[in-house]
């Protein structure tokens, strides 16, 4: 039975080589753009709620 191989061994070095492109630092600030907006922007949001809500109360009590 003849053996299959299914991992390329170019794998390797089209990874290698996409990692020494221009491409490379584009996609990996694209990523950590998409990652800051959707965990760092929300969690900001959430505390100016928080914040807000806390500033209410006070004024119901005072």
Not at 12 to 40: D, H, M, Y
Request: glycine share 4%; hydrophobic share 45%; proline share 5%.
């Amino acid at each position: 039975m003849p053996v299959i191989n299914l991992k390329p061994d170019n794998l390797n070095e089209k990874n290698r080589k996409f990692a020494q492109s221009e491409l490379f630092p584009a996609v990996v600030f694209l990523l950590g753009a998409i990652v800051f907006t959707r965990f760092g922007l929300n969690r900001s949001e959430h505390k100016i709620i928080q914040d807000e809500l806390l500033r209410r109360k006070r004024m119901k009590e005072a």
